[in-house]
């Protein structure tokens, strides 16, 4: 007997009423179940076991199309642990998933489209079976849907809808499960590229953006690098503007907290009414009109707290910050909660702690809490190499604000640059390169562009080709550098007479032969100088 697609599934079928009411309620539940279970793999356990139950069948297997298309690959197969693979097209669900018609077969081997190649694999003897297309939402086909080897009698049209309506909800909530599965991966890998692409970020612009290559600074980056890592409470000390800020978020970025909140806290701009609402929050109604607010310690929970300035918070305050660094928990003004907190603490001060501590200033308790890691910031005058570096980062971030078309240091301007003392350190700097994009007519910015204080830096002249020689000199060895240099440049100038030379430098003629002799500069004899003095003016 050949197999037929049974093209009108409504035909009277040959279970009995109550048979057809208990399997219509079953299969409802299934159908319930299959929506609502998430998970393709105990989707297609459910729609096998439940079809082999309903159709009163020995096994059932769902085949999937391969992502390639160009197989189908059985999912699951209730009996068999194999996983079959068969071409499109090819034998009965092959056939089922290429047309889209439902085939019963009652006669296996005798069905020429029949694989039995399937039954040579597995051991297992096919007798007959049933096969739906499984289609998707949009109505493509899927893959297909088989059970094998009815107990009793052969399929009915009953048996054909039940397979049917099994399939197609079979095939909609696989696609679900299929999508939700993807999309979960797609979800994981999101957030781990976003992870790496934060650290690496955060681990990397901060960093970058601590300029320098000078000793101190490398070190410096290299400190970072190492105790980011490591949870512990860092202390940054550091003259004003020296990067206390920069080094806290680079820490926090380059550390498993990057994801969390970055808050920090000015101690030193909070008058000592507010330091503990600031730092712990406060419940509604601890006075008239005030609203619940979470406190700083709160809002940096999975981060990072860095507490600025701490070199001014008042004793009260520190004592309430010591507790909060051993118990790990908050109580908010007014609250009766102890609110646990995961915050990591990096402080910064630009005081003499351990001189507070000896005045009483300072908790030398809190200290030790806080100095577990001290990281130091160098003052600018400690890495003069790194002001050609700084000044031409500044100076092309200033143009950049002002949409200058750019900016850059004369050579005269540079060596003022580094002459100068920079108290102010780099945030002086910073500002000092604002203000010349300011005033520079062009883009080459000049000694007369820079402030009063950078002018009046001991630098001129020719001393200014070497800047970096000149850096590594203390302020004798400067001078006389400096000395040297105007005396050969005014020499030159003078075509090597003295009488001239001294004038130009406002010395007397004595005093520029003792400095030539000192400094074992040659000149033109003396003799000719004056014959040439006499005969020229
Ligand atoms: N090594 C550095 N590289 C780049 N910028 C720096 C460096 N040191 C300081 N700065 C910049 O100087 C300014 C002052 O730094 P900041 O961190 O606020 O100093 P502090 O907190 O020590 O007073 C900021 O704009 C900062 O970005
Ligand atoms: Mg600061």
Not at 117 to 124: A, I, N, P
Not at 216 to 221: C, D, G, S
Not at 483 to 502: F, S, Y
Request: glycine share 8%; proline share 4%.
């Amino acid at each position: 007997m050949g197999p037929q697609p049974i093209k009108n599934p409504h035909q009277p079928g040959s279970a009995g009423a109550l048979a057809d009411s208990q399997k219509l309620a079953s299969i409802l539940k299934l159908c319930q179940k299959m929506s609502s279970e998430r998970d393709l793999s105990a989707l297609l356990d459910l729609v096998v076991t439940e079809a082999t139950r309903l159709l009163d069948c020995e096994r059932a297997s769902i085949f999937l199309f391969t992502p390639a298309r160009d197989e189908l690959v059985s999912k699951v197969a209730l009996g068999s642990d194999q996983t079959i693979r068969v071409r499109a097209g090819l034998g009965i669900a092959g056939t089922v998933a290429a047309t889209g018609e439902m085939i019963t077969v009652n006669d296996a081997y005798g069905d020429p489209r029949f694989f039995q190649g399937v039954d040579q694999d597995t051991g297992y003897r096919t007798r007959n079976l049933l096969a739906v297309p499984l289609t998707g939402a949009d109505g493509e086909i899927i893959g297909a849907f088989e059970v094998l080897n009815k107990r009793v009698g052969s399929y009915t049209a009953d048996d054909a809808q039940i397979a049917l309506s099994l399939g197609a909800n079979a095939a909609i909530a696989i696609q679900n499960a299929q999508m939700i599965g993807e999309l979960r991966r797609h979800r994981a890998i999101l957030e781990t590229e976003n992870r790496n692409l934060l650290r690496e970020i955060g681990g990397r612009l901060p960093a970058q953006n601590l300029l320098g290559l000078s000793a101190p600074i490398e070190a410096l980056r290299t400190m970072i690098a190492r105790v980011a890592d490591a949870d512990v409470t860092i202390l940054i000390t550091g003259e004003s503007g020296t990067g206390k800020d920069l080094v806290a978020r680079s820490v926090h970025f380059a550390s498993p907290r990057a994801r969390g909140p970055f808050v920090a806290l000015n101690c030193a701009a909070l008058p000592e009414t507010l330091v503990e609402t600031e730092l712990f929050g406060v419940e509604k109604g601890v006075a008239t009109g005030v609203d619940r607010r979470i406190g700083k310690f709160e809002a940096a929970h999975g981060g990072t707290l860095f507490l600025d300035e701490i070199g001014d918070l008042p004793l009260l305050a520190q004592a309430k910050i010591l507790r909060v660094l051993q118990e790990r928990t908050v109580e908010r003004l007014g609250g009766r909660n102890q609110i646990p907190v995961d915050v990591r603490i990096v402080a910064a001060t630009n005081k003499d702690v351990e001189g507070a501590i000896a005045k009483g200033q300072f908790r030398e308790d809190l200290y030790y809490r806080l100095n577990v890691v001290r990281l130091r910031t160098p003052a600018l005058r400690d890495i003069r190499e790194d002001l050609p570096i700084l000044a031409t980062y500044f100076l092309d971030e200033a143009a950049r604000e002002m949409k200058r078309p750019g900016a850059e240091l004369s050579a005269r301007a540079l060596a003022a640059v580094q002459a100068y003392s920079w108290p102010g350190n780099v945030r002086q700097l910073q500002n000092e390169m604002r203000r010349a994009v300011v005033y520079a007519r062009g883009t080459v910015i000049d000694t007369a562009d820079l402030s009063e204080a950078l002018q009046a830096a001991p630098l001129h002249g020719t001393v200014a080709a070497r800047p970096a020689e000149v850096a590594a000199l203390n302020l004798p060895e400067e001078v006389e550098e400096l000395e040297k240099a105007r005396i050969r440049e005014a020499l030159a100038a003078c075509g090597q007479n003295q009488v001239k030379t001294a004038r130009k430098l406002g010395l007397s003629r004595q005093g520029l032969i003792n400095k030539l002799k000192r400094y074992g500069i040659a000149a033109a004899p003396d003799g000719a100088d004056e014959q040439k003095e006499g005969d020229g003016e």
